[in-house]
Every structure is written in C-alpha cells, then in structure tokens.
C-alpha cells in the first residue's frame, strides 16, 4: 500500500463517527512497538518484513539501544474497513476511519508517559503475552484505564510462542488461553467491585438506626406480623442495585468481538469474526451462530452436522477444531517438516497471494515462507484494526462519557453571571458534539516539555535514522562475530516551516499524518502563546533557544497557528 496523503487524514478528522483515538498498554516485551510496527507498515510507511525490527516509533538513540519504549510517540494511520454491501437507506455508508494511535512504554519507570498517552485517547488496546500471561504492569496499565474511563480492548499476543517454544497442542494452547483470558478477567471484575461498592448509596445504612427504632415502636404500639416486619425492615436496610447491574459488557470474551489472538512478530492476528464468516460458507450455517459459538464449550459433529454444548465422543472444542488446527498446521508444515507439497497446498486452497521467491526460501530460511504465508492469509493489521473500529468508541461517544470526569463548568464562582454560565453551557455541549465550529477551542493538555529549537530544526533536516542491532539479534546469514552495519531508517518528509500546519479538528490527538510524524514538535509549539517561547533576540542572538511541545487533546474547536486555547 502507498502511503497515504496528509489531505486524506486531513479531511478524515471532520467526521467524528470515523475516528479512533487509542494508545497501546501492556508491561515490558510484550509486543506493544513491534504490532504498532506492524500497523504502520500496512499504511505502506515501512516495510512488513521490517515490522519489529525497524521499532518505528522508537526514535530516541537510548530508546533504539536498550530496545525498549521510554517514551509515548503518536502517528494518525489510514484504515479502509471492508464492509457488507452498504445500505440504500443509510446516510452513513462511508468505510474510511483515521486511527489516532499512541505506543506507550511498559516499564514501570515510565509509568507518567502511559498517564499521558490513557488521558487523551478514548481506547486502549492491551497486550498480555500468551506465554507470561498477566504481569504487575499489566494490571496497573488496565486500572488506571478504567480509571480514567478508558474502554479497552484485548490482544493476545505471542501465540506463535505457544507452538515453537513451549510446543503445545491445540487443545493444550485452548486452555491455557483460556485461562489467561480469565486472569484478564479477575482483574477487570475487581475494578468493577471496588466502584460498584463505592457507587453504593451510603443512605441505606444510615437508614438502619431509624427503620430499626421505627419498627420497634410500630411493634410496640401495634402488633403486626413479625415476618412482614422483617422483609420491610431488610428492603430498607440493604440495596441490591449493585446486583442487579449487567456487568456482561466489561469483560473480554473473543465471542464479543473484543478479543484478538496475534502474533506481531510474525505480523498476523484473527478475531472470531473472521473465522465465523470462513466457515459460514463452508459449513452452511449462519454466521452469528458461528460467532457465539466458536469460542466456549462447544462441540461440532462433522456426521451429525450438530453444535453440542456437552463434549460428546472425541469431538474437540469449535475453537480448536476450526481455529487453532489450521494454525497449527501451518506451522508445523513450514516451520518443522518443512514440506514443499503442503506448503504448496495450503497457499492453494486458501488461495493467498505467495511470492514464488518466498516459497522457494523454505530449505534456506523458513521463516520468511511462514511469514508471508500468514501475514497474506491473517494480517494484523486487519484484524486488530476492525476491533478498534467496530468495538472502541468514536471521540463524540467517548467524549460524553468521559467529560464529567474531565470538565465540570458547574463549579462556577458565585459571583459569576448569568451570560457566563450559558457560555459554560455552551461550550459544555460543543465539547459533547465535538464540534469543530464551536466559538472557542477547548483542549486538555497532558504533558508540556521543552526542546531547543536548534534540536528541531536537527530533526527536520534528518532524512535517516540509524536504527541499532536489537539485544540477542544477529543475522542468520553471518556465523562471524562482527556487528552488522547499521540499517537506515526512512524517516517521513518533514513539514515545511513556511507551511502552515493542518487544522487539528476537535476529536483527534495531535498525532500528525504518517508524513508528518516526526514534525509534530514544531507544529504543536506554534499553538502556544508566542510570548512562552524565547526569542532569539531575547537570549542573546542564540540559536538555543527553547520551543514548549505540548501533548494535548482537542475537545472541541479547531486549531490554527497564533490562535488562543481554553486549557483544561
């Protein structure tokens, strides 16, 4: 794919409906920089076979050396979600979304930069390896997105793990899936407790000492029945709102569709959508009923052409038999037997798009035939970007939800009049719209930091990048124990500084177009005041003097260069 054009994100930021802003969370080495390599790579920025080894977002010189995030970097990434024939009757039917995407670091030590990247995007995507499974940086990154009202979604990564390490089974990977999925879980459900007990109204205790001294006098002056006295005084006492809360939608189940299996080394991923609509043709059942029962104890006969929900003989669960087996094979015909007639088989019978040249590197190196066999049959970045589409909230959903949490205009003075409370109020319901026309742009800054501008104008003239060799990484090509040279990075066009930048309409991060990425200091240091930036007559005739980078999220409004913004 060829890199899409700046005035193409640009004209996706005015409808809010198709927009996603998310970060990626997880604890240290479980994948967060090589999947968002492989997500940028399908914007045609890089090249696939360079997903996880380039560490795109990585741009720091330390950051490339010890191989791990330290900072939260932003790019906005093009995705065209293929859809069912769009309907006659819809207004809506456009399929073009902008993904505002944030990696964060997952070592505990940068824990501030993960506060900045949940405060101003409206989905997560939290990674667990499937072998670790959840870690104490796991579950600090799913709290403080529940804290801060974040919805997340749920990728499994690092299956290929389970196949050529740990040398599983399917149905053994099953449940020791399932089980991690459950550990997610636990932590989600006791979140969910500890708000519900403190949503609880504190009036039904403090009800106690009256009902009690109530109904003894009542009992006293009037003999009732001490039953119905009773079941009176224990409705008034206790509050069972707390039971009765569907608490179904919070946790991750892949039947929901908030769930993704991948491997970001090998650049697949599969959620049971796309396996529900495979076999929905082969088997000649309804896809929703493939959908609810593709994962969970259920069990298809292939003789009896029955879904049973009890095992029954030797028939495995749906999810292995259809799923994990195919994945299997694949594997073990590549990776272990490394079998050209098989091979050549099964790019044949799921009719995937192979180049000659990389099925002829199975004897040399097989890791290049398994690769583009799986990235052409599951590609990673159409999975996991149809589950942000399709299950995270757009900025107007997200923002009507969060914006109590983030804004309350009703904490006005006493003194304050009663056209400044109806301009609070407007500006309240511009913020719920995301209007881009709102009369003043309001914008949550979550991080400030300075920067030299001679270190701006340094990175705008880099055309290249030097990208270190990754830790334990050596080339299988070469027994010598000579380093590799280096590999250049391309670094994306950056933007003139006589351009103006593009408008940055409300509902978006300030991640720039892929082409812009790395000119988003300069950009966003324009929207300040000019009177916080040092001029170079001011210090001295200086070429050091310092541009203020701020991390900001638009809520509603429109930015401009030299404009004034309401801070939050």
């Given at each position: 794919m060829?890199?899409?054009?700046?005035?193409?994100?640009?004209?996706?930021?005015?409808?809010?409906?198709?927009?996603?802003?998310?970060?990626?969370?997880?604890?240290?080495d479980?994948?967060?920089t090589?999947?968002?390599?492989?997500?940028?790579?399908s914007?045609?920025?890089?090249?696939?076979?360079?997903?996880?080894?380039?560490?795109?977002?990585?741009?720091?010189?330390?950051?490339?050396?010890?191989?791990?995030t330290?900072?939260?970097?932003?790019i906005?990434?093009?995705?065209?979600?293929?859809?069912?024939?769009?309907s006659p009757?819809?207004?809506?039917?456009?399929?073009?979304?902008?993904?505002?995407l944030?990696?964060?670091p997952?070592?505990?030590?940068f824990?501030?930069?993960?506060?900045?990247?949940?405060?101003?995007?409206?989905?997560?995507?939290?990674l667990?390896?499937?072998?670790?499974?959840?870690?104490i940086q796991?579950?600090?990154?799913?709290?403080?997105?529940?804290?801060?009202?974040?919805?997340?979604?749920?990728?499994v990564?690092?299956?290929?793990?389970?196949?050529?390490?740990?040398?599983?089974?399917?149905?053994?990977?099953?449940?020791?899936?399932?089980?991690?999925?459950?550990?997610v879980?636990?932590?989600?459900?006791?979140?969910?407790?500890?708000?519900?007990?403190?949503?609880?109204?504190?009036?039904?205790?403090?009800?106690?000492?009256?009902?009690?001294?109530?109904?003894?006098?009542s009992?006293t002056?009037?003999?009732?029945?001490?039953n119905?006295?009773?079941?009176d005084?224990?409705?008034?006492?206790?509050?069972w709102?707390?039971?009765?809360k569907?608490?179904?939608?919070?946790?991750?189940?892949?039947?929901?569709?908030?769930?993704?299996?991948?491997?970001?080394?090998?650049?697949?991923?599969?959620?049971?959508?796309?396996f529900a609509?495979?076999?929905?043709?082969?088997?000649?059942?309804?896809?929703?009923?493939?959908?609810?029962?593709?994962?969970?104890?259920?069990?298809?006969?292939?003789?009896?052409?029955?879904?049973?929900?009890?095992?029954?003989?030797?028939?495995?669960?749906?999810?292995?038999?259809?799923?994990?087996?195919s994945?299997?094979e694949?594997?073990?015909?590549?990776?272990?037997?490394?079998?050209?007639?098989?091979v050549?088989?099964?790019?044949?019978?799921?009719?995937?798009?192979?180049?000659?040249?990389?099925?002829?590197a199975?004897?040399k190196?097989?890791?290049?035939?398994?690769?583009?066999?799986?990235?052409s049959?599951?590609?990673?970045s159409?999975?996991?970007?149809?589950?942000?589409?399709?299950?995270?909230?757009?900025?107007?959903?997200?923002?009507?939800?969060?914006l109590p949490?983030?804004?309350?205009?009703h904490?006005?003075?006493?003194?304050?009049s009663?056209?400044?409370?109806?301009?609070?109020?407007?500006?309240?319901?511009?913020?719920?719209?995301?209007?881009?026309?709102?009369?003043?742009?309001v914008?949550?800054?979550s991080?400030v930091?300075?920067?030299?501008?001679?270190?701006?104008?340094?990175?705008v003239?880099?055309?290249?990048?030097?990208?270190m060799?990754?830790?334990?990484?050596?080339?299988?090509?070469?027994?010598?124990?000579?380093?590799?040279?280096?590999?250049?990075?391309?670094?994306p066009?950056?933007?003139?500084?006589?351009?103006?930048?593009?408008?940055?309409?409300?509902n978006?991060?300030n991640?720039?177009?892929?082409?812009?990425?790395?000119?988003?200091?300069?950009?966003?240091?324009?929207?300040?005041?000019?009177?916080?930036?040092?001029?170079?007559?001011?210090?001295?005739?200086?070429?050091?003097?310092?541009?203020?980078?701020?991390?900001?999220?638009?809520?509603?409004?429109?930015?401009?260069?030299?404009?004034?913004?309401?801070?939050?």
């Amino acid at each position: 794919m060829a890199p899409t054009s700046s005035s193409v994100l640009v004209s996706l930021q005015k409808n809010t409906q198709h927009i996603r802003n998310i970060c990626v969370l997880a604890h240290v080495d479980h994948g967060k920089t090589t999947m968002s390599d492989s997500l940028i790579s399908s914007n045609g920025i890089i090249s696939q076979k360079m997903a996880g080894k380039l560490r795109y977002l990585d741009n720091r010189k330390d950051e490339q050396e010890r191989g791990i995030t330290m900072k939260s970097s932003a790019i906005s990434l093009y995705y065209n979600r293929p859809s069912p024939t769009p309907s006659p009757s819809s207004t809506d039917n456009q399929t073009e979304y902008l993904i505002n995407l944030i990696d964060s670091p997952g070592h505990v030590d940068f824990s501030s930069e993960v506060s900045t990247a949940v405060r101003i995007t409206d989905g997560a995507l939290v990674l667990v390896d499937a072998v670790e499974g959840v870690c104490i940086q796991t579950h600090a990154v799913l709290r403080q997105a529940w804290m801060e009202k974040v919805r997340p979604c749920l990728v499994v990564n690092k299956v290929d793990r389970l196949i050529t390490e740990l040398q599983m089974s399917p149905l053994e990977a099953y449940m020791h899936i399932t089980k991690v999925i459950e550990q997610v879980n636990v932590i989600v459900g006791g979140l969910y407790n500890e708000e519900s007990v403190q949503d609880t109204p504190s009036s039904s205790s403090d009800a106690t000492p009256s009902s009690s001294s109530s109904s003894s006098s009542s009992s006293t002056s009037q003999p009732t029945d001490s039953n119905t006295s009773e079941d009176d005084l224990e409705s008034k006492v206790f509050d069972w709102s707390v039971e009765e809360k569907d608490d179904s939608s919070i946790y991750f189940n892949p039947a929901m569709g908030n769930v993704v299996f991948a491997s970001a080394q090998d650049g697949w991923a599969f959620g049971i959508n796309q396996f529900a609509e495979l076999y929905s043709k082969k088997l000649g059942m309804k896809e929703g009923v493939l959908r609810r029962t593709l994962w969970g104890d259920f069990f298809y006969s292939p003789k009896e052409k029955k879904i049973y929900q009890k095992q029954k003989g030797n028939l495995q669960p749906m999810f292995v038999q259809f799923v994990l087996n195919s994945i299997w094979e694949v594997y073990n015909s590549v990776m272990v037997t490394q079998d050209r007639e098989k091979v050549d088989k099964i790019v044949t019978s799921l009719k995937l798009n192979v180049q000659p040249r990389d099925i002829a590197a199975l004897s040399k190196d097989p890791s290049v035939t398994l690769q583009a066999i799986v990235t052409s049959w599951l590609p990673l970045s159409e999975a996991v970007l149809r589950m942000v589409v399709d299950k995270l909230p757009s900025p107007a959903e997200a923002q009507a939800e969060r914006l109590p949490h983030l804004y309350t205009p009703h904490d006005l003075p006493a003194s304050a009049s009663a056209e400044e409370r109806e301009r609070a109020e407007r500006i309240l319901q511009s913020m719920r719209k995301c209007d881009p026309n709102a009369e003043v742009a309001v914008a949550y800054v979550s991080k400030v930091f300075s920067v030299s501008k001679e270190s701006i104008a340094a990175a705008v003239r880099a055309r290249n990048l030097v990208v270190m060799p990754r830790r334990g990484y050596s080339s299988s090509s070469s027994s010598s124990s000579t380093p590799a040279p280096p590999t250049p990075m391309p670094m994306p066009m950056p933007m003139p500084a006589s351009t103006p930048s593009p408008s940055q309409h409300a509902n978006s991060t300030n991640a720039p177009p892929p082409e812009y990425a790395r000119a988003a200091a300069g950009t966003e240091s324009s929207l300040l005041p000019s009177s916080n930036t040092p001029s170079a007559s001011s210090s001295g005739g200086s070429e050091d003097s310092e541009e203020f980078i701020a991390f900001a999220r638009v809520f509603c409004g429109t930015l401009r260069r030299g404009q004034k913004l309401y801070i939050l």
